[in-house]
Every structure is written in C-alpha cells, then in structure tokens.
C-alpha cells in the first residue's frame, strides 16, 4: 500500500506509563502532521515536521509529549507519564511541500493525506 | 486565529436527494478551504480543496464546494446522496506560511435508503 501507515491501530496502557506512537508516511513526502482527535471534536494540530526538523510544535499540550523523525521519513510521537485524559486517536498525516517540485514557497495548499489513526486508551 | 465552525452536528437526508453541509471560517488573510470525509475505524480521507479561482471547487464522489468569500462559508454539496456517503464530514481551513490545518468539529451526514 501507498499510504500512510500508523502502529498499533490500538494501545490501552496504564496511567503513568510511558507511550510510543509510529507514523510511516508517504514515499516522497517530506511534510508529517501530528493530530489528536478527540471523541466527538475535528483533529486537532500537534506538531509539523519538514524534513528531520520540527518546523512548528505549537500544538504540543505541554513538556510530555515530544515527538521526532530522525531520518526524515518515519516518525515517532512519544508520551511520557501518560494521564487519562491523553486517551484519543492519534493522527498522522503526511504531505508534498514545495521543495518536492524544486519550490521555496509554502505549502499550504498541498493536501495532506491522513492514516487509520492509533486509538490510545489511558486506563 | 483562525477557526472553523460546522453548525450542524447531524445531517439527515434521503437518498437521491441533493445534500448540503455546511462550513463557515474566519482567518487573517487569504483561506486555503479543504473537505476531509471520515468512515468508521478509517482515517480522514481528501475530499477537494479551495486555493484560488474559480468559486466552484469539483471533488471525488461526485462532491463540490462553493466558496463565497462574502458569507465567509465553503458549504459541501452533492446533487444526488447515496446511503454509502453516510460518514463523519470535517471542513479544515489555513492560510500560507505552513500554519496549523484547523478543522471544524465535524458534521455527522446520514443518508436513508
């Protein structure tokens, strides 16, 4: 499959414990969104990547959730310390930028294309 | 801030019959308007998506969007439902520079046979 792929689709884990959530985006996308969906709520932003680097974690609830992508590619959110109320879906979502056609301009018109999501259950 | 606000939770109508969901936004500059239609244990899936030009925005599975500038709205369209659109529909707004895709909190379409 060309799309983006998301592990475990499911992760019950106990208050305190420590979390790791995997995002494989698309070949070719250098663009990867993080989101938190909550029941009844739209996504909602967490962290953007461009490339390796974090170009904008202003969605990140606080110093618990960290997230990287060492190579460029693969992605990983982790969860330290987790709290019940950090149960949600958790969405990856990957994207071309314009430096994929050569570009320096932004992106924002480019589509992102989203996984099945990781249901995270906090007992 | 940009904010997007979808004021009906659940839409209901019969199938053959033309639907409409709705969408307003409010932004600082110049919108980037996209529908995202969500199924059951799946993820969101790109509906279309309004950067410029013409107001009347053509998408997959016979879906369309007008953007009216005036009314600040991007309501979703399809002349004709069918029971397999029934699903979870969100409108997503941003402006350029990369910001954050901000959605509405979705609207829940049911088409009945």
């Known amino acids: 499959g060309a799309g983006v792929s998301q592990t475990p689709s499911n992760k019950v884990t106990e208050k305190g414990k420590y979390v790791e959530l995997r995002c494989d985006p698309i070949s070719g996308h250098t663009a990867l969104y993080w989101y938190r969906q909550s029941l009844g709520q739209g996504p909602e932003f967490l962290i953007y990547f461009q490339g390796t680097g974090a170009a904008d974690d202003s969605g990140l609830p606080n110093d618990r959730f960290f997230a990287v992508r060492p190579e460029g590619s693969v992605s990983t959110l982790k969860i330290q310390r987790t709290e019940r109320g950090d149960s949600a879906v958790y969405l990856c979502a990957s994207s071309l930028t314009g430096r994929d056609f050569g570009l320096a301009g932004p992106s924002s018109y480019n589509e992102q294309f989203f996984g099945p999501g990781t249901r995270l259950t906090v007992l | 801030a940009q904010s997007v606000a979808q004021p009906e939770d659940q839409v209901n109508v019969a199938e053959g019959n033309p639907l409409t969901v709705k969408c307003t936004y409010s932004?600082?500059?110049?919108?980037?308007l996209f529908w995202y239609v969500q199924y059951p244990n799946r993820g969101l899936q790109f509906l279309l998506k309004?950067?410029?030009?013409?107001?009347l925005v053509k998408g997959s599975y016979g879906f369309e969007a007008e953007f009216n500038k005036s009314q600040t709205s991007f309501h979703l369209k399809k002349p004709s439902a069918l029971v397999s659109d029934s699903a979870l529909y969100f409108c997503?707004?941003?402006?350029?520079?990369?910001?954050?895709?901000?959605f509405g909190k979705g609207t829940r379409l049911s088409v009945i046979a």
């Open positions: 932004v600082s500059g110049n919108p980037y």
């Open positions: 997503a707004v941003r402006v350029s520079g990369n910001t954050p895709l901000v």
């Open positions: 309004y950067i410029t030009g013409d107001n």
